[in-house]
């Protein structure tokens, strides 16, 4: 899934969109997905100027709308549907690696539970095989009116 198909699952643009490209979907199962880290983005002017390092909430945000993207495609919905999915919490994060320009992050985000209105979900996000962080999701659906 290229970046123009992403658009009708995540409200995020630039900046703030975190995926580049989803490489592998299962419905109501996992989603696999890319962030690629460069030098140009706008964190990197203040975290930190002299040895910049992608930020772990940024990871963590990355981790959310890549499982956004899993929860509107399990349900078959787009943005269009007038529904959003929130971060409602976190669980459990841990950070092992920091994540600095020119890493691509494999984002790996799978089911635990799966409800009408709420997801709960694994995310891990690499550079190559290292485990770069880990945690657990809540995704709260609203109803936009």
């Not at 658009?7 to 996992?30: C, G, I, Q």
């Not at 985000?109 to 891990?124: D, F, Q, S, Y």
């Amino acid at each position: 899934m290229e970046v123009t198909e992403i658009w009708k699952y995540l409200p995020h643009r630039y900046p703030f969109l975190l995926v580049d490209r989803v490489l592998e979907f299962d419905a109501n199962k996992r989603i696999v997905a890319i962030k690629n880290v460069t030098i140009n983005e706008p964190q990197f002017t203040g975290h930190f100027p002299q040895t910049p390092v992608f930020p772990g909430v940024m990871i963590v945000e990355a981790l959310a709308q890549t499982a956004g993207i899993l929860a509107f495609k399990s349900r078959n919905r787009t943005l269009e549907d007038g529904y959003i999915y929130y971060l409602a919490g976190t669980d459990k994060t841990k950070f092992k690696r920091s994540v600095v320009p020119g890493d691509q992050m494999r984002l790996e985000v799978e089911i635990v539970n799966l409800r009408n209105h709420w997801m709960k979900a694994i995310g891990k996000a690499y550079v190559g095989d290292q485990l770069a962080c880990s945690t657990f999701l809540t995704c709260a659906e609203q109803k936009l009116t």
